[in-house]
């Protein structure tokens, strides 16, 4: 009777190694788990064999029954930390031949590019940057720049006018100089990059929504020359080209007087190319010295302070630098255009 048991156990225990062992998969290991130790198992159904035993035999058979309970327990246990630990295909160490599809990063906007530079450039010459809203009133953007209403300089702003009353979207960004000088003492000297939106018709070198760059200096006895050399140093800086020249030509802004429009000298040229037309000079933006009425709207007494602004589209720069030649592509999103800048490095 006793050996019967001893074969039982050593069969059940061989057969059930030699199973354990060939278990590839988790799936696999546990059924044969269940198929052993499970209620319906096999050392179950011992178990309830050795209560028709008595006493005595069962003081002897049990502990045999129980040892191998306890070795099929941890065989269980080595294969299921082999089986997790194994390659998934233990032949292939390393693939050399693999295919592995190419990573597509990212990049900057040309917009971010830009932006960063001409701020870089601004406060390594101790300027601040601020920002101002792009939902603007009426007396920021117009009123308080010496542009009352009926002004008939409020007729090249196409103004986008929201619901509530007296509240657009900013035509420009000299919004900002106001801001600026109505919530802080002079001196001053702030650079303010920002979206500005005009109610009119696309084309190629106009959207209805762009950014602007505004720059405002204030101090005593400011004079053009300051306004010549601090725009001649920012264009260096941001063509990268250190032999640019800067031309003034009178125009009219009602918030500056004199008004002046500014260009600079063919950063890509020294006898006429396309990009200059041939006239060796292209005109990017507006500027002039700080209207006494407003520095007065702003509580800055024009008797002591005095100051230059200057505005300009950051989208003409950014066409110019990266020879972009639809100011529309801006904001299609287009993967292929904007791939275009992923490499350029960041401010570049
Ligand atoms: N705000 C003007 C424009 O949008 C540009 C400008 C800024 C002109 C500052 C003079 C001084 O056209």
Redesign the pocket.
Known sequence: MMDEWHKQIENISSTAQKKIAHANTQEELASIYTELLGKKGVISTLSRALRTYSEEERRIRGPLLQSLRVTIESWYQDRLTAINIRPINKDIVCDITAYIAPTTYGGLHPYTHIITHIEDIFVSLGWSIVEGPEVEDEFHNFDA?NIPPHHPARE??DTFWLPTPHTLLR????SV?VRTMMNRQPPLAICAPGR?FRHEATDATHDFVFM?C???FIDRNVSLAHLVGTIQICMQQLFRNYTIQVRLQP?Y?P??EP??QFSVSCPFCSSGCSVCKKSQWIEI????L?HPHVLRTCSIDPDIWNG??????IERIAMLLYHINDVRLFKTGKKAFLQQFAHVPQGK
């Open positions: 720049l090249q702003h035509t420009h960004t000299s100089q500005t602007q505004e720059g405002l125009d802004f918030f500056v008004g002046l933006g507006g500027a002039g700080v230059f602004a200057f505005g300009f589209g």
